[in-house]
């Protein structure tokens, strides 16, 4: 099942949402520059948790590539900065409560869980080219090696357009 509204070629919209230290983030204040874009429930929830710790772990490795990650989930910028203090996290995460952004990238979903149906964020993730491009979509990602998989996409496409 495909869950994003965009797929690989198109153009990223422009947003902008808060970050956790309450700054004004706009999407376009990374071209030139390639971009991890990840969408991803909840603060502090272990699969959350382990994702953000990855690629906090492993952002040295993607910013040798001139990448920034950039993680997007329903929570606040007041949770977003504990759950940064909390597991030092060093990836950029941005607040979308109202989850407009969510819900224009197609992620924000009826879920079911247990027998129950619950909204919430279908873990995903895109990268995004220098000029604005998508060139790698993941839906429904399974957080176990994932970091790993949007790295060594980012070095094959972006050894491709030297």
């Keep these: 099942m495909r869950y994003l509204n965009f797929e ?3 153009k990223i919209p422009e947003f902008s949402l808060k970050d956790a230290d309450g700054d004004q983030i706009n999407i376009k204040d ?3 520059k390639w971009l ?3 969408f991803y429930p909840r603060d502090n929830t272990p699969g959350c948790t382990k994702e953000a710790v990855d690629f906090s772990n492993y952002l040295e490795e993607f910013k040798k590539y001139n990448c920034q990650i950039v ?3 329903p929570d606040t910028e007041e949770k977003h900065a504990n759950f940064k203090e909390k597991n030092d996290l060093k990836v950029i995460l941005l ?3 109202e989850h407009s952004i969510l819900e224009k990238f197609g992620v924000w ?3 079911k869980n247990y027998g129950k149906e619950n909204w919430g ?3 995903s993730t895109i990268l995004i080219d220098p000029n604005g491009i998508i060139k790698k ?3 429904n990602v399974r957080v176990k090696d994932h970091v790993l998989e949007v790295l060594e996409s980012l070095k094959e496409l972006s050894n491709n357009r030297e």
């Design 8 to 10: 690989i070629g198109d």
């Design 36 to 38: 991890v874009l990840y």
């Design 109 to 111: 979903q009826l879920k």
């Design 30 to 32: 990374f071209m030139g």
């Design 137 to 139: 979509v993941w839906e």
């Design 71 to 73: 993680g997007v989930s």
């Design 95 to 97: 607040s979308d409560p």
């Design 121 to 123: 964020v279908v873990r």
